[in-house]
């Protein structure tokens, strides 16, 4: 047993010897994998390049890569055949207002790149609305319940703006109304008078309704007024001398009441004199049942025989 603060001289051996015998980690050989026998050994390590060494080649590699992108992508050397098949980007909100200004310098837009990308709705005007179309069975009921309120003829023109159709369209349809009246029979017809259309009774059933209506009542013109209205038909526009000296009395009253009762109405002066005119009106057409006062018959076949005699012994 040793001495308290002694050394060991076997303890001192051994240490030395394990200093010997000690290797460095990176000499020790190292452990060969399965089915590697030590003859054949590992494969030597590459020796490590240094820092700087490798830093300068990867500068290398990148820059080559990004040239050959560069190549790749240039469209000076692409494959014109490639280049073609690829479709051309659309352009942007901002390229459309760039273009914008481009065209017209002085004029510059505030408008957002969505409002330019997004188009502004059309306006729909009022001609372009449709209409729905009337088919034929409305259009005849239209037509009839007009025909029966009126108190006057109504011309073709008025019907189409009230029912928004053609003027055409309304026309033939009461030449058909019409003509259905006709063939059906009926006790009453719709007739073209006084420039317009209106119901009224066949003339075969005259006496039935003029009993239902006047029953006694009967209100006549009076030979003067009947010849003087006559006057007025044949020879309109007409003064009041004229219808005077044609009739050989004077007829300033008569005159009067046919205008009283609507059926003559003044129509301007004469411009030699500055007598006043007078012509009949569409009531007078209404109540004979005509359009136009040239479907007034003539007055050959009333005339009497010896017409120009009279006419000689009157001079």
Request: aromatic letters at 4%; glycine letters at 6%.
């Amino acid at each position: 047993m040793t001495e308290r603060g002694g050394a060991d001289p076997g303890r001192e051996a051994s240490l030395a010897e394990q200093a010997a015998a000690w290797v460095p980690p990176w000499e020790r050989p190292r452990p060969q994998p399965e089915g590697v026998t030590e003859s054949e050994g590992a494969p030597e390590p590459e020796p490590a390049e240094e820092p700087e060494l490798a830093a300068e080649a990867d500068t290398i590699e990148a820059a080559e890569a990004i040239g050959d992108a560069e190549e790749v992508t240039a469209p000076e050397e692409q494959d014109p055949v490639v280049a073609a098949e690829l479709p051309e980007a659309p352009p942007d909100a901002a390229d459309l207002v760039d273009l914008a200004e481009e065209a017209d310098p002085g004029t510059t837009t505030d408008r957002s790149a969505a409002e330019v990308a997004t188009p502004a709705p059309s306006r729909v005007s009022d001609a372009d609305v449709v209409v729905p179309a009337i088919d034929e069975d409305e259009l005849r009921g239209a037509l009839e319940a007009i025909m029966l309120v009126v108190d006057e003829p109504v011309q073709e023109i008025v019907l189409a703006q009230v029912l928004e159709l053609p003027t055409e369209r309304v026309q033939a349809a009461l030449e058909s109304i019409s003509a259905g009246y006709t063939s059906a029979g009926h006790g009453f017809e719709l007739r073209r008078a006084a420039g317009g259309w209106r119901l009224y009774t066949r003339p075969q059933y005259a006496a039935y309704v003029e009993k239902f209506v006047l029953d006694g009542q009967s209100v006549r013109l009076t030979q003067a007024a009947l010849e003087t209205l006559a006057v007025i038909a044949y020879k309109q526009p007409v003064t009041r001398g004229r219808i005077s000296a044609i009739r050989g009395v004077n007829c300033d009253g008569v005159v009067r009441t046919l205008t009283a009762r609507g059926l003559v109405e003044e129509a301007g002066t004469e411009p030699e004199t500055g007598a006043y005119l007078y012509r009949t009106t569409t009531l007078f057409l209404e109540k004979l049942g005509l359009d136009t006062v040239d479907q007034l018959p003539d007055l050959a076949p009333f005339l009497p025989d010896d017409v120009d005699e009279v006419a000689d012994g009157e001079r």
